[in-house]
């Protein structure tokens, strides 16, 4: 075997010692350690342009945009995030994405929802949650949507959902929204996460004698103020079942602004969930599952990094979690406060969440934290013998900033040949602004495991103006990779004059599409050889 990509490019990505190679390279295959000869020529940092641009070598088709119906009565929603194609026992395809949130002015036409309508909420919580739909390859490859199909549906803010325990008495919740990212498991469920709820229904807040009140946001969108929900009954991650149609709110993962839901297998084949709070100095947590193919009873942890360790939440165990909530359930649903009371790290807004393939590796994009000065955020690594352990490792694998080439790290995906793919998340408002200039649009990067450019972070797609990529997820042969462009032209000021006009161009109002992406640069990457 040729050894272009050499001992010293494997281990610039990994940031493993040499003692540990030889176990890490298990399984990588020897064609495509080969295959990256040549330097690979990225996009410019600056890339901006009103489309999404790419790199010698890769083309994008847009698969469906808001607003498009995809079965009698029920259409795509807006600003999509996560994906997931779901493989049915017959073969065919459905593909699941989340809507996270809603731009005002652009649904409405206007900015303030102080006062916002019934009309108005109803139409936003048809529109928030997540859309399942068939999709089909044809002969040259491209995916497309079957928009009849029965295995259509929605998950959206008025739909019942079940919920794994009681919540302020309630087995059941009204809805889902401000669904970012997601997961799946190995028993075949799709995992949504529920991050900004407070938006919709404010936060639930209790005082040092337990004596609960509702907080509202700067960011509030009026639903409360129409139709009141308690906001206990929302940020959770809901597990739903495609096969089914069914959904249910997952009470022992905890409750607090899920990112994602990764889920693995410890080595006595337990799950295990990682999931990030997206706020600023907010935690990463771990549930580890006691039953096999369920989440539904394990123990929740909370990371402390400067220990190395994963701290329990488990209300029986801790006197000091005793004195300040009534029950488990309780600690559950303030899980911030209990992550406080233990004794948790305060991190960089942790978002999504991937494990590295090749050594199982858990891989965290710490996406910035003005409140420290760290506009550019970060990727964590952490390594640990098995998954259910309590003690770990940690390190920075890259930090953002101009000498790297990305900022602000958002949501991943690792291919099977565990080359790292990774969306970049600057706010609209600070794109090209002084603190991000040089790093124009929002991108897609690209980190090769191996060859010459083994570790480097490469540019591969650009975004439409004011957008941000969300939710890489790969087909099964890896020939086409599923992203999601969210929110073009969110800086818009006024109706006609928008900032993007993307998909449709002209004038035309700015649409939260799905594209997917193939090409000859996708497949000298993701290309599956036979197995050392």
């Known amino acids: 075997m040729k050894n272009s990509w050499s001992r010293r490019s ?3 990505f990994i940031g493993a010692s040499s003692a540990t190679l030889s176990t890490a390279s298990v399984g990588i295959s020897c064609s495509s350690l080969s295959k990256n000869s040549g330097s690979i020529k990225g996009l410019p940092l600056n890339t901006a342009s009103d489309d999404v641009s790419l790199v ?14 995809i079965g009698k009565g029920i259409n795509f929603g807006t600003n999509n995030d996560y ?51 068939e999709v089909k390859e044809n002969e040259s490859g491209d995916w497309f949507v079957v928009k009849d199909s ?64 509702i907080k509202t946001t700067k960011r509030d969108r009026g639903w409360k103020n129409l139709d009141p929900r308690p906001p206990e009954h929302y940020g959770w991650v809901v597990e739903v079942n495609p096969v089914t149609k069914t959904a249910e709110k997952i009470i022992n993962l ?3 602004a899920h990112e994602c839901a990764t889920v693995t297998l410890s080595k006595e084949g337990y799950p295990v969930v990682y999931s990030g709070d997206d706020s600023k100095n907010e935690c990463l947590y771990k549930f580890v599952s006691n039953k096999k193919g369920s989440l539904k009873s394990g123990t929740l942890y909370v990371a402390n990094l400067e220990q190395n ?38 991190l960089d807004r942790p978002e999504d969440i991937e494990i590295d393939p090749i050594t199982q590796s858990v891989f965290v994009s710490l996406t910035n934290n003005s409140s420290k ?13 098995n998954p259910s352990d309590l003690s770990f490792k940690h390190e920075t694998f890259k930090a953002g900033g101009l000498q790297n080439g990305f900022s602000c790290p958002d949501n991943m995906a690792f291919d099977k040949n565990g ?8 706010s609209g408002y600070a794109i090209g602004s002084s603190t991000y200039k040089g790093f124009g649009n929002n991108g897609l990067f690209l980190i090769p495991r191996t060859g010459p450019s083994a570790g480097d972070v490469i540019k591969v797609a650009s975004s439409p103006n004011d957008a941000e990529f969300t939710g890489p997820f790969f087909s099964p042969d890896e020939k086409t990779l599923f992203l999601s462009v969210q929110h073009p032209g969110e800086m818009t000021k006024e109706l006609g004059k928008y900032t993007s006009n993307w998909p449709l161009g002209g004038n035309e109002k700015p649409l939260s599409s799905v594209i997917c992406i193939s090409g000859d640069f996708l497949e000298q990457f993701t290309k599956q050889d036979e197995l050392v």
């Not at 070598?57 to 498009?68: A, R, T, V, W």
């Not at 949130?101 to 919580?125: C, F, V, W």
């Not at 739909?159 to 919740?173: E, F, H, N, P, Q």
């Not at 000065?373 to 013998?385: A, D, F, P, R």
């Open 10 to 12: 494997f281990l610039k």
């Open 56 to 69: 010698k070598g890769l083309k994008y088709k847009l698969l469906i945009k808001e607003g498009d119906s």
């Open 83 to 133: 994906t997931n194609l779901y493989k049915f026992s017959d073969g065919r395809f459905g593909l699941w994405v989340n809507h996270e949130d809603m731009n005002p002015l652009l649904a409405h036409g206007r900015k303030d929802m102080s006062k916002i309508t019934t009309s108005q909420m109803n139409y936003e919580r048809d529109q928030l949650g997540g859309s399942f739909f």
């Open 150 to 213: 029965k295995l259509n549906f929605v998950l959206n803010g008025n739909s019942k959902i079940k919920m794994s325990d009681k919540v302020l008495g309630s087995a059941t919740a009204l809805g889902t929204f401000a669904n970012c990212s997601g997961g799946y498991t190995p028993w075949g469920t799709i995992l949504t996460c529920e991050e900004n709820y407070d938006k919709f229904y404010g936060e639930a807040i209790y005082d040092k004698k337990g004596r609960r009140s």
């Open 254 to 256: 905890g409750r607090f």
């Open 309 to 346: 360790k994963w701290l329990s939440l488990d209300y029986q165990s801790n006197p000091k979690l005793k004195r300040k909530f009534k029950s488990q359930t309780d600690v559950y649903i303030r899980a911030r406060e209990a992550a406080r009371i233990v004794g948790a790290s305060l």
């Open 373 to 385: 000065n760290n506009y550019h955020g970060s990727i964590l690594k952490i390594t640990e013998n």
């Open 419 to 426: 080359n790292l793919w990774l969306t970049s998340d600057i």
